[in-house]
Structure formats: C-alpha cells, structure tokens
C-alpha cells in the first residue's frame, strides 16, 4: 500500500523556467511533510518542509504548496538550474500515529534542467 | 557542524554472511533512523533509535536490528544476508524525532552488495 505517491516518474523542464513536482499521500495523518534532493549514490539532502497547519512554506528558490482537503502537495522550484537535475522525493511523517520520526518517501521523481 | 558520517561506504558480502554498520549522527542530534533503498522498494524505513532505545520499527524481518550507544552513535547488523539486502543503506539523524516538525539529515549511505 503506497501511502506516498509521485505518480510522474520523470520531469524535463527548460533552464530558467518553473518546474513543478507533485506528491499525493492517503493517510490523513500525515501532518509534516517533506522534499528531499537526492543525487546517485548519495543520501537525500533536505530542501525543504511544510506542517499540516500551513499551506505554502517558501525557502529561496523552492516553495511547497499543501492542500490537505486533497492530500496533495507540490514543489515549486523558480527559476530553474541545472544543477537542480536530480531525484526528488516527498516524504511525510505522523506525529498523530506516534510515529513522528518514521518517514514514509514516494517512489520519487527524476527532475531534469536542461539548457 | 559536520554531518552524519556512516561506514563503510561500500561493502561486498556473501550470502550467509552478517555485517554491521555504522553510523555518527550529527553533533547534538539523539534520534538516529535506518532506511533500506532499493530500486525496487524505494526507500524503507527499516526502525528508529532514540536514548538507546528502539522507538519504532518498520516491516522487515528479525534478520535486521540494531543498537544505539551513549553517544547517540548508532550500528545496524544484518545476519543470515540473503541476495535481496543488496541495498544503499541510510542513515538519518534528528534531534528528537518527536515533535512532528523534526527534520531528518541523511548521511551518504553503505552500499552492501551481497554475492
């Protein structure tokens, strides 16, 4: 049962424009959200996070929307590089079920900038 | 402020076999978390530490476990390898892991090859 879902496997977005990547989850309670960066061979490094109490959360280039009546979330990341080619993951933790530390990733998304 | 450190990096096993690894949670951080990832799976939450405890626990069988020292370091050791642990290994440290809005940092992994 794939409680997190990045249903596109890959994205390929032109340098400088915006792409955006989109997470579904089903387990209504997940309330942190989370989208890391991860590179072949190397663990994830954190972008970015969003609590079940917000809906957007902005750091620099990169913003996260939450819609919690749709269990969908978004990264948005303006404008876009190259050096942000990599694999995206969405993952979501629940401090309701007491399992705050555990996270729960999607498949991920395969993000490519290109010139 | 270093980050999580894990070693080895890279490991070839054979079947039968057990192996231990190792991780160094960044200074000040008292939760420690273990994922498995395979190409198959994604990324899996294999169980959680927190003050030498097991705080949670994922699906996999009683062939993985592992510890949790004074430092907050932490070992992993799988016994009986079997083919499919083949994996990157992950290590991710949080300074709690309790508050719902405590962001994971993931070391570099070990790449376990079993033969």
């Known amino acids: 049962d794939q409680q997190v879902k990045q249903n596109s496997p890959s994205l390929s977005v032109q340098e400088g424009r915006i792409s955006i990547l989109n997470c579904d989850y089903t387990?209504?309670?997940?309330?942190?959200f989370l989208w890391y960066k991860k590179y072949p061979a190397e663990g994830p490094t954190f972008l970015i996070s969003?609590?079940?109490?917000?809906d957007k959360n902005e750091d620099g280039r990169f913003t996260v929307f939450l819609n919690k009546s749709a269990k969908h979330l978004s990264l948005h990341i303006v404008p876009s590089q190259p050096g942000d080619s990599a694999v995206y993951f969405c993952?979501?933790?629940?401090?309701?079920?007491?399992?705050?530390?555990?996270?729960?990733f999607g498949t991920g998304t395969r993000l490519q900038v290109t010139l | 402020k270093a980050g999580v450190t894990q070693t080895p990096r890279y490991l070839i096993k054979t079947r039968g076999q057990q192996v231990t690894l190792s991780c160094s949670p960044i200074?000040?951080?008292?939760?420690v978390s273990w994922y498995q990832q395979t190409p198959g799976q994604g990324l899996q939450f294999l169980f959680e530490?927190?003050?030498?405890?097991?705080?949670n626990k994922g699906n996999f069988p009683g062939r993985f476990s592992g510890r949790q020292f004074s430092n907050s370091r932490s070992e992993m050791n799988v016994s009986t390898l079997e083919l499919g642990d083949s994996a990157l290994y992950l290590c991710?440290?949080?300074?709690?892991?309790?508050?719902?809005?405590?962001?994971?940092?993931f070391g570099p992994g070990t790449r376990l090859t079993v033969l």
């Open positions: 991710a440290s949080s300074l709690a892991g309790t508050t719902g809005t405590d962001t994971q940092y």
């Open positions: 993952a979501a933790s629940g401090r309701g079920t007491g399992t705050a530390s555990k996270l729960t």
């Open positions: 530490y927190f003050s030498e405890t097991q705080r």
């Open positions: 969003i609590s079940s109490i917000k």
């Open positions: 387990n209504s309670m997940f309330d942190y």
């Open positions: 200074s000040g951080h008292r939760s």
